[in-house]
């Protein structure tokens, strides 16, 4: 491992042990530096900011959970979805997520990595599951991108408005309803 890697290495790991610690406002460069014992010159090479830095972060350490692709619509994104709302219910990951999703509301450079390392490859991974699904028929055809809304709006709008969790039956229920809707014409 190189001097650069090393270095990248203990920064991300000083910045995921301090989003464990503090809430989002709380984390700052200079914490991070602290706690890295490196200087804030070395962390601005990389980072341009901490948002950007906290949220790779995150995704080096607690990455979102991937979607299973096992070829059936209903099977894979409901195991997904289970797996997300196990992630965002833990005290930790749970409270970063809804920390910086209030974040990218005000923070440009955060909202663009935030839509470049989690958001897009995973709604993108989510995409190719319904679009296989309106090819065979599973599904209709119509929005892919407003029936992933529909599914995952619901769980972001819990975590985020009604700070209400959802269990899995909850999940279920609502993928249900979500997918009756979107039925292909063979399963109607």
């Not at 962390?43 to 991937?66: N, Q």
């Not at 408005?161 to 063979?186: I, N, Q």
């Amino acid at each position: 491992m190189t001097r650069t890697e090393r270095s990248r290495a203990v920064i991300l790991r000083a910045a995921y042990d301090l989003i464990v610690e503090f809430p989002y406002a709380e984390v700052t460069i200079e914490k991070i530096a602290a706690r890295a014992g490196v200087g804030k010159p070395t962390i601005y090479r990389r980072w341009p900011s901490k948002g950007p830095l906290l949220l790779d972060a995150v995704v080096e350490y607690a990455m979102l959970p991937e979607v299973a692709g096992a070829g059936e619509l209903t099977r894979d994104i409901r195991t997904w979805l289970h797996s997300l709302i196990d992630y965002l219910a833990d005290p930790v990951t749970g409270r970063f997520m809804a920390e910086i999703v209030g974040a990218i509301q005000i923070d440009a450079e955060l909202a663009r990595a935030w839509h470049e390392r989690m958001f897009a490859p995973i709604r993108e991974r989510n995409l190719v599951l319904v679009r296989a699904a309106q090819q065979s028929g599973e599904l209709r055809a119509g929005s892919p991108d407003l029936l992933m809304d529909l599914i995952v709006g619901q769980v972001w709008f819990r975590l985020l408005v009604t700070k209400r969790p959802l269990s899995h039956d909850e999940v279920d229920e609502m993928l249900d309803l979500a997918l009756a809707g979107a039925a292909g014409e063979r399963n109607r």
